[in-house]
Structures are given as C-alpha cells and as structure tokens.
C-alpha cells in the first residue's frame, strides 16, 4: 500500500461528514483521498444525494443512494470489471436492496471504506463485497 494511505486510516464515521479529522462518511471519504492524491475535485459530496440526516438513513430511504452516477453530466463511468486506484465501488449492504455504500478502490484487491459504528480501514475486496456490488464507476478525467 503507499505510505499516503495511513493519513486516512482510523478516521471516525459521521453521515453526512466531510471531516477527515472529526468524521466522514463513505462518499465524502473517497471524494477527499482522489482530491487529496490526484487534484481532480468530483463537486459533490454526500448531502448532494441524500437529505436524511438521521444516522440510520439507509433504513428511510428506497431510492439508491448514487443514483447520479448513472446521469453522464455527473462525471462517472461506470466500468463493467477490472477496477483500477480511485475507482468507487458501490455497494448495497444490508437488507435494503439499494445501493448505499461505496469505498475506494486502492490496487492489489484492497479498498478503503468506512461505514456506521467503524473507523475507516482497508479491507480485501474479495468475495463478500463484491456479491454486493451494484457498479464501480472511474472519474471522467482519469484515463488507465
């Protein structure tokens, strides 16, 4: 993993947080390390595609959470396999059957995330995760 990765590990979770000090939330997480490491700003952050702000969100709500992703004019798209570092992978965990989580693809099969009740942390893309995959998506301006 490259040494950089340590600046956003064990960092607190909070919906709707865009603090890599005080808390962060899944997207806002990914937006901060491919800004913080690349330069390329994706304009949007959390509150942009969800306006509950109660912390159990994911059980209120039946629309999928980064449905923008799919409209071009976002900036996404969506790769079909073979994710490369700063891909978002989304997610539908839980019981919802929507998709409500996403985490940053690293290289050699690990991404980063964070989640309700966890620090953010590496963790193996493997198996488990990808049953749970809904799409990963590439930034408009990156070219692998």
């Not at 629309?63 to 923008?68: E, G, M």
């Not at 193996?124 to 990963?136: A, D, N």
């Amino acid at each position: 993993m490259p040494n950089w990765i340590t600046n956003y590990l064990d960092i607190p979770y909070r919906h709707l947080g865009n603090n890599l000090e005080k808390g962060i939330d899944c997207f806002n997480l990914c937006a901060a390390v491919i800004k913080n490491q690349t330069g390329e700003d994706l304009q949007y952050k959390t509150s942009d595609f969800c306006n509950i702000v109660e912390e159990d969100w994911y059980t209120k709500t039946h629309d999928p959470l980064f449905k923008a992703f799919d409209n071009p004019n976002y900036g996404m798209l969506k790769i079909e396999d073979n994710p490369q570092p700063f891909d978002i992978i989304l997610m539908s965990i839980g019981s919802t059957n929507i998709t409500n989580h996403c985490a940053l693809f690293l290289g050699n099969g690990k991404m980063l995330q964070t989640m309700i009740d966890h620090v953010s942390w590496i963790t193996p893309y493997g198996r488990w995760y990808k049953r749970y995959t809904t799409g990963i998506y590439r930034w408009k301006n990156f070219n692998f």
